[in-house]
């Protein structure tokens, strides 16, 4: 099945970077597929690994282009704090630096120099579930403009905890002049709330807690629709099952 989706940035952006920013797959995949006439952009075949992406415009991945990302592999890294998900700024440790032999859980061999993007975020100051995958179908399921998974946090906070604020964070605020989607959150100890997000903007629940003054002391991802962070280990890795990969595409509706 094609993958499609429309920019909604600011400015132009090189298609391989957007692709590898939105986690569907590597700048070199993306370059790849667009030297084999695999990529579109309103329905014209994209030819110049250069082209940038206006706001507006309809990136399509064809039927081709899905099936290769889809012989990619995917890793579920329990992320610690101190780490960022994709490529690092000068002097940030990338969290595919875990990704090796003595940090493996089960069987599997690492990566290798193989890369393999974040699907989804998850900030330097966060930890918790974090996949990193080269399967496209993967990528579209988690993060896909049609993907009905949600992701569940645990996040102890500093402030006063009121009924108020909290009905606020469930619906009501607006992040960069648009609203965002109803959120469940609920206090499991004075200083404990637990959210689930149908979304994933940039540091979201820090930013929404911030509108409510209150402050993020520790922020843990535990789930991805139907997958679970478990017992795995902080700083630990392991394969995603066949299985669990069925689930996730299920999932995504």
Same mark, same amino acid.
């Given at each position: 099945?094609?993958?499609?989706?429309?920019?909604?940035?600011?400015?132009?952006?090189?298609?391989?970077?957007?692709?590898?920013?939105?986690?569907?797959?590597?700048?070199?995949? $993306?370059?790849?597929?667009?030297?084999?006439?695999?990529?579109?952009?309103?329905?014209?075949?994209?030819?110049?690994?250069?082209?940038?992406?206006?706001?507006?415009?309809?990136?399509?991945?064809?039927?081709?282009?899905?099936?290769?990302?889809?012989?990619?592999?995917?890793?579920?890294?329990?992320?610690?704090?101190?780490?960022?998900?994709?490529?690092?700024?000068?002097?940030?440790?990338?969290?595919?630096?875990?990704?090796?032999?003595?940090?493996?859980?089960?069987?599997?061999?690492?990566?290798?120099?193989?890369?393999?993007?974040?699907?989804?975020?998850?900030?330097?100051?966060?930890?918790?579930?974090?996949?990193?995958?080269?399967?496209?179908?993967?990528?579209? $399921?988690?993060?896909?403009?049609?993907?009905?998974?949600?992701?569940?946090?645990?996040?102890?906070?500093?402030?006063?905890?009121?009924?108020?604020?909290?009905?606020?964070?469930?619906?009501?605020?607006?992040?960069?002049?648009?609203?965002?989607?109803?959120?469940?959150?609920?206090?499991?100890?004075?200083?404990?709330?637990?959210?689930?997000?149908?979304?994933?903007?940039?540091?979201?629940?820090?930013?929404?807690?911030?509108?409510?003054?209150?402050?993020?002391?520790?922020?843990?991802?535990?789930?991805?629709?139907?997958?679970?962070?478990?017992?795995?280990?902080?700083?630990?890795?392991?394969?995603?099952?066949?299985?669990?990969?069925?689930?996730?595409?299920?999932?995504?509706?």
């Amino acid at each position: 099945m094609a993958w499609t989706k429309t920019y909604d940035g600011v400015e132009p952006v090189r298609i391989n970077k957007w692709l590898g920013q939105s986690g569907v797959c590597s700048r070199r995949e $993306a370059d790849a597929l667009i030297a084999d006439g695999l990529v579109s952009i309103d329905g014209e075949v994209v030819r110049d690994a250069g082209r940038k992406l206006e706001t507006g415009q309809t990136l399509t991945l064809n039927d081709r282009a899905t099936a290769a990302l889809a012989e990619g592999q995917t890793l579920v890294l329990h992320k610690p704090v101190g780490y960022v998900s994709g490529q690092p700024e000068p002097g940030k440790i990338p969290a595919a630096r875990l990704l090796n032999m003595a940090n493996r859980i089960g069987e599997g061999e690492p990566p290798g120099r193989a890369v393999l993007p974040p699907i989804g975020r998850l900030d330097e100051d966060s930890r918790g579930l974090l996949l990193l995958s080269s399967d496209g179908v993967v990528a579209k $399921a988690v993060i896909g403009p049609q993907s009905d998974l949600d992701k569940e946090y645990l996040v102890r906070v500093g402030g006063q905890v009121t009924e108020g604020k909290l009905s606020k964070l469930r619906h009501g605020l607006e992040l960069d002049g648009r609203q965002l989607k109803p959120a469940r959150v609920t206090q499991m100890e004075p200083q404990r709330l637990r959210f689930v997000l149908k979304e994933g903007r940039n540091r979201q629940i820090r930013r929404m807690c911030e509108l409510v003054g209150l402050e993020v002391a520790d922020l843990l991802r535990i789930r991805i629709g139907p997958l679970n962070l478990g017992d795995l280990p902080e700083g630990r890795w392991r394969h995603l099952t066949p299985d669990e990969r069925d689930q996730l595409i299920k999932g995504a509706g």
